[in-house]
């Protein structure tokens, strides 16, 4: 696999020629049996693991994460055209650990980078929902979510690393817009979810 780039030296048409050029396996299209499971876990954290102990090869954790794919049941599994093996995730299976931001307002736009080296810019196709407070590691803030891939509502997310989070923030109060949120590629994500 190519080295990673540089986030911060690369602008937004940069990085959206890049996840233009990202081909994923068609994890979808493929249906074989359940074969049994992965003896993998992915932490809260983003760390992999197998059978315990971590996936200290990065290279190797890119390659699972590209046959990564969310069931119906809202379950995990690793997929290829012959086998699917069941993978724990605690949280959600990536972390958008840094972002580039450019413009302000609606002329927004945020890309994200996440602990597996792809590219995501926020948008109607991958948006970013703030889960309420009080999840699993203590913190009192809402726990954002960026959608990767698959299916909207049921498909791949990635937790918000918590600096990164603060950062969105920050912009969110810098807008000034009435209701706390924050823009990106036209569309606006709220910080608290919507009544009912």
């Known amino acids: 696999m190519e080295p990673l780039p540089d986030l911060a030296t690369l602008s937004l048409p940069e990085i959206a020629r890049l996840v233009e050029e990202q081909r994923l396996p068609p994890v979808d299209q493929w249906n074989p049996q359940h074969c049994g499971d992965s003896e993998m876990r992915i932490a809260a954290d983003g760390t992999w693991f197998h059978q315990g102990s971590p996936i200290g090869r990065p290279t190797m954790v890119r390659l699972f994460s590209t046959i990564l794919r969310r069931e119906p049941d809202g379950g995990y599994v690793l997929v290829t055209p012959v086998e699917k093996l069941t993978i724990a995730v605690d949280d959600a299976p990536f972390v958008a650990v840094e972002m580039k931001a450019e413009g302000d307002g609606p002329e927004s736009r945020l890309a994200f980078r996440l602990n597996t080296g792809d590219l995501v810019t ?62 990106s590629d036209g569309a606006f994500f709220p910080f608290a979810p919507a009544a009912a």
Do not use: C, K, N
């Open 122 to 183: 926020a948008g109607r196709d991958h948006p970013l929902r703030f889960a309420p407070a009080g999840g699993p590691d203590g913190h009192d803030a809402p726990h954002p979510y960026l959608h990767v891939r698959g299916t909207i509502g049921a498909g791949l997310e990635a937790l918000v690393a918590r600096s990164v989070y603060y950062d969105l923030a920050e912009r969110a109060i810098a807008s000034g817009d009435a209701a706390p949120g924050i823009w």
